[in-house]
């Protein structure tokens, strides 16, 4: 029986620690178009149809996403709390979630989600900031 104030696939899998922010990183992540969340062996795994843009990487204890490599390497200059994979795919980055808010974690998932949704669920949002946009063009 899961445990009290337990949430999503963390309490159906019993051996997993639960991730840092987890709450969090699940609201958000559930809360966009499209996304669903799969349990892995080391970790959630936050999809869209069959792409992930976002998971936890039980092994390494760390947050990855999925954004462009010139998006990743700009991060990274800045200093950024990211870190880059070592050995693997140039689309995947690290992140510190310790060290963000709720609205820096927002914003780079919503990124991460961008770059992995198809065009065809992407078209018919508007997200937060095209609103305020559309607002601001028109005052």
Not at 40 to 49: D, E, K, V
Not at 75 to 95: D, H, T
Not at 114 to 120: D, F, G, M, S, Y
């Amino acid at each position: 029986m899961p445990a009290q104030g337990c949430h999503g696939i963390i309490c159906r899998m019993a051996r997993l620690k639960r991730p840092p922010k987890y709450v969090l990183v699940q609201r958000i992540a559930l809360g966009l178009p499209g996304v669903r969340e799969e349990s892995h062996r080391y970790g959630p795994w936050f999809n869209i149809g069959k792409r992930v843009f976002a998971l936890y990487w039980g092994k390494s204890e760390s947050w990855m996403i999925r954004l462009p490599p010139d998006h990743i390497m700009m991060l990274v200059a800045v200093g950024a709390p990211f870190r880059p994979m070592r050995n693997g795919s140039p689309f995947w980055v690290y992140i510190d979630v310790e060290q963000m808010d709720a609205a820096m974690l927002r914003d780079y998932l919503t990124a991460a989600w961008r770059h992995t949704a198809p065009k065809k669920l992407q078209a018919g949002i508007l997200v937060e900031e095209d609103v305020e946009e559309l607002g601001e063009a028109f005052a």
